[in-house]
């Protein structure tokens, strides 16, 4: 299995703080990586794939880059909404990974 | 708009089997193309979201190598269903269930854009 990593696991920001969460794959995955939101007790939301496409109806303060095996979420202004939990995943191999999570919370 | 749906038993005793349905509503879970697979996806707080296998409508199948040699999926395109089967479940299958669709396999767009609300699985006696 391709091991995902992620930093950090959590962190405090402001309303209108910009925030960046690093996902890292234990070997290159091209751009073959999507991230993901998940507030509580709901399902994962699909925010950004194959690296930095923004998934539709998606706000455009959430971007994506990076590729190999190194890849960051950003939230350019952070809102309300957001605070929530994020994942990055791998589809390169056949067998899909995800990353442990990064916790987004209000300071 | 195409929604899916989980049901199943929430109790599950030791070493017995876990049995899962997803039904696809809104649309239709058989594709002339290749873009869509349907896949199962668990989530505990020991082990975080953990990708199980994923189905094509024509019973081509994708699984976990860790999973493999205990898990079936399956596919009923005339109930617009997929299923799944995990065999000698211990209290480590204990998670939250989701089925979800799977866009553009073997792409760099390969993701989970669509997922069911998940089901709670619990494993006791």
């Known amino acids: 299995d391709i091991q995902m990593t992620q930093s950090p696991s959590s962190l405090s920001a402001f309303v209108g703080d910009r925030v960046t969460i690093i996902c890292r794959a234990g070997q290159s995955i091209s751009s073959y990586l999507n991230w993901y939101q998940q507030k509580p007790g709901k399902a994962p939301k699909l925010l950004i794939y194959a690296a930095s496409s923004l998934q539709s109806g998606v706000p455009s303060r959430f971007s994506g880059s990076g590729s190999g095996t190194d890849f960051t979420l950003t939230i350019s202004s952070l809102q309300p909404e957001d605070f929530a939990t994020y994942y990055c995943?791998?589809?390169?191999?056949?067998?899909?990974?995800f990353g442990p999570g990064t916790k987004v919370e209000i300071k | 708009q195409l929604q899916l749906r989980e049901s199943g038993p929430g109790l599950v005793k030791p070493s017995e089997t876990l049995s899962l349905t997803c039904t696809v509503s809104?649309?239709?879970?058989?594709?002339?193309?290749?873009?869509?697979?349907w896949a199962w996806i668990r989530q505990s707080p020991g082990k975080g979201l953990e990708w199980i296998g994923s189905i094509y409508y024509s019973g081509s199948t994708y699984y976990n190598p860790s999973l493999k040699s205990r898990v079936a999926i399956s596919v009923d395109t005339s109930k617009r269903q997929f299923s799944l089967q995990l065999r000698s479940v211990t209290a480590a299958d204990s998670a939250v269930y989701y089925c979800a669709r799977e866009s553009l396999r073997g792409t760099p767009y390969d993701s989970f854009d669509l997922w069911g609300q998940g089901t709670m699985v619990g494993v006791s006696s």
């Open positions: 995943q791998q589809s390169y191999s056949d067998s899909f990974t």
């Open positions: 809104g649309g239709s879970i058989s594709s002339d193309s290749s873009t869509f697979y």
